[in-house]
């Protein structure tokens, strides 16, 4: 990196953290640091939640899938605007109705104790993992680059989020993911600019798509329907609503984002935001991947993009086999470009199959798609815009694991330490458990960075994870809104039977991770339903469970 | 904790036209992306 482009870098980050701290400088209450006093416009929390969904993970890992597998991963958003409707017309208004400061807290009320605890302590388990990947990611963006240890760069942002999430609470972490969203979204723009810009006179976008479209990288919808395909359109519709209404619905680290509206009207407002610009954003991003694929086609791509890799094969064979490879698919573009017919397109993808197999042997089978888009911007992008892209990474890095590491402190909080631990003390006492919560999630965080090693490609590991558990969390809720016979016992071994399914489907390895959300929220639902009937007729002398009001033990606030 | 009758009825209560707009919204955003998808066989 050159001068400019640390200026670019440390005024972006510095000043964004600033102006978090400074609209949080009034925090003082429980209640405002966790909630921001319910109290935020819509649009800071409809670009908070955005922020928190789009990681550093979303830039460098989505652009890298699109340039090695195509588009077709934004089918895995066709099921968020359902999710957002759902969440907006059911779950948002039960939660502000029920004055919870978590969505766990909601199944106390709802159900017992001993649910509230195990959904809350499968929520720690897998936000904190996630945590870990979030932070890992933008440490991929160092070791390329400056060839910086990773482990010391995951301190160095775990320490920056660590201080203004501690400082600032809910209201810092918010006012920061706003700005960073909006520095992601000029960046975005910036890339897919230079990107096209980058391409040899002469070609141009409309040849860009073309030649994009003939190697299968422009595949945004497919149906063709199979059960271990990740994306296509049937996995994306359903799969991807279970997914979005488990996470926005049930995850902590977003409902926290839509408590802190002014009313309901504004998480509405915000959730149906997120409902109509994501899949455009994500269209974007994946065009960028896309448009770099093409820009390698006319300059020669490294044997491998992970720079660590390139000194085992320089001057071999499979060099040499690289090189041909390049020459070979650029004739075909360009014969491509000048005919415009079906055996030209036929022939330019051959190319580029023949291109894929030789990658794939230089790799050794190693997934370097994380690396693609960085080396992309640092080695091609003008001075001052390297600053500018890195700065959105970080951003994205730091406001994604800030909500998580603030959720993960206020469940910490709320469903263990104030439930279980100390059930009355003051306001200041929580306040201060708080901060000491968000400081233990977040060094927690920065160790757990290290299991993201070798995990391949980032954006699924995360998903995939996520998956795991978001199946179980999601049926517990809906067995709470629309089940009222359905009580508590049934709930929580509806849960473990719930995760029990999944893990199983998991471990026979023949079904896409999108269905894992399917198959746990109906296995919890059957589950808690069929309990609850069978206890109900069974003991007709014993009053049944009852899905009505069960206020909690009183706590203080 | 059974959820209040006026949460839940009517169904979407006032912004089911709102609801409606961004199910038509997806709908025709997946068609576009179908038909870029489809637009560049020669």
């Known amino acids: 990196m050159r001068i400019l482009d640390w200026v670019v870098l440390v005024l972006t980050i510095g000043s964004i953290v600033f102006y978090g701290l400074w609209k949080s400088r009034k925090t003082s209450t429980v209640a405002g640091y966790l909630l921001a006093d319910r109290s935020l416009p819509w649009y800071a929390v409809a670009l908070s939640i955005m922020a928190t969904q789009a990681s550093a993970i979303t830039f460098i890992s989505t652009t890298g899938q699109a340039y090695a597998d195509g588009m077709r991963f934004i089918q895995f958003y066709f099921g968020l605007p359902i999710a957002m409707i759902l969440v907006s017309a059911f779950f948002a208004p039960r939660f502000r109705n029920a004055n919870v400061f978590t969505a766990y807290e909601y199944l106390e009320k709802r159900f017992d104790a001993k649910?509230?605890?195990?959904?809350?302590?499968?929520?720690?388990?897998?936000?904190?993992?996630?945590?870990?990947?979030?932070?890992?990611?933008?440490?991929?963006?160092?070791?390329?680059?400056?060839?910086?240890?990773?482990?010391?760069?995951?301190?160095?942002?775990?320490?920056?989020?660590?201080?203004?999430?501690?400082?600032?609470?809910?209201?810092?972490?918010?006012?920061?993911?706003?700005?960073?969203?909006?520095?992601?979204?000029?960046?975005?723009?910036?890339?897919i600019f230079i990107a096209v810009q980058q391409l040899p006179e002469g070609i141009g976008f409309a040849d860009a798509l073309l030649l994009a479209a003939s190697a299968g990288k422009l595949n945004a919808v497919t149906t063709n329907f199979d059960w271990y395909d990740r994306y296509n359109l049937f996995s994306g519709?359903?799969?991807?609503?279970?997914?979005?209404?488990?996470?926005?619905?049930?995850?902590?680290?977003?409902?926290?984002?839509?408590?802190?509206?002014?009313?309901?009207?504004?998480?509405?407002?915000?959730?149906?935001?997120?409902?109509?610009?994501?899949?455009?954003?994500?269209?974007?991003?994946?065009?960028?991947?896309?448009?770099?694929?093409?820009?390698?086609?006319?300059?020669?791509?490294?044997?491998?993009?992970?720079?660590?890799?390139?000194?085992?094969?320089?001057?071999?064979?499979?060099?040499?086999?690289?090189?041909?490879?390049?020459?070979?698919?650029?004739?075909?573009?360009?014969?491509?470009?000048?005919?415009?017919d079906a055996a030209h397109q036929e022939s330019f993808l051959a190319s580029q199959k023949h291109m894929d197999a030789v990658h794939k042997e230089a790799t050794s089978g190693f997934n370097d798609t994380n690396y693609v888009f960085l080396t992309f911007v640092t080695q091609h992008l003008p001075a001052g815009f390297v600053g500018l892209v890195i700065a959105v990474i970080f951003g994205a890095a730091m406001s994604t694991s800030s909500g998580e590491i603030n959720s993960l402190a206020t469940v910490t909080m709320v469903d263990f330490y104030q439930r279980f631990v100390r059930r009355e003390s003051s306001d200041n006492h929580y306040l201060w458990f708080s901060r000491l919560a968000t400081v233990f999630w977040g060094i927690y965080a920065i160790a757990s960075a290290q299991l993201a090693r070798g995990l391949g490609s980032l954006v699924e590991a995360v998903n995939m994870l996520g998956s795991l558990f978001y199946g179980g969390l999601l049926g517990v809720f809906l067995l709470a809104f629309f089940f009222p016979r359905v009580g508590g016992t049934a709930a929580f071994i509806g849960v473990l039977a719930g995760e029990a399914a999944i893990f199983y489907t998991h471990s026979t390895g023949k079904v896409g991770f999108l269905w894992y959300n399917v198959i746990g929220c109906g296995v919890v639902v059957l589950t808690g339903v069929l309990l609850s009937t069978f206890w109900q007729s069974a003991s007709s002398s014993h009053p049944p469970e009852s899905g009505d009001l069960q206020p909690p033990p009183a706590q203080t606030r | 904790m059974r959820p209040p009758e006026s949460e839940s009825a009517p169904f979407f209560g006032s912004w089911k036209r709102i609801y409606l707009s961004v199910v038509i919204y997806l709908i025709v955003l997946i068609a576009a992306l179908a038909l870029f998808t489809a637009s560049f066989r020669l």
């Not at chain 1, 775990?158 to 969203?181: E, H, K, P, S």
């Open chain 1, 237 to 340: 519709v359903i799969g991807g609503t279970f997914l979005a209404l488990a996470y926005f619905g049930c995850d902590q680290s977003q409902v926290q984002r839509y408590l802190t509206g002014k009313d309901l009207q504004q998480s509405r407002v915000s959730l149906l935001f997120n409902a109509v610009a994501k899949i455009p954003m994500q269209f974007f991003i994946l065009l960028t991947g896309a448009m770099v694929f093409v820009f390698y086609i006319f300059t020669a791509p490294p044997v491998t993009f992970h720079s660590g890799n390139l000194k085992n094969v320089a001057g071999t064979a499979i060099e040499q086999k690289h090189n041909d490879a390049v020459a070979a698919r650029q004739r075909a573009a360009m014969e491509l470009l000048k005919n415009r």
């Open chain 1, 115 to 191: 649910t509230r605890a195990l959904v809350s302590l499968i929520f720690l388990i897998q936000r904190g993992l996630a945590c870990g990947m979030v932070l890992y990611a933008p440490a991929v963006v160092l070791t390329v680059i400056l060839g910086w240890n990773d482990q010391l760069t995951t301190i160095l942002m775990g320490g920056i989020v660590i201080l203004y999430t501690v400082l600032g609470g809910i209201r810092a972490v918010t006012w920061t993911d706003f700005q960073q969203m909006l520095i992601m979204l000029v960046g975005l723009f910036t890339a």
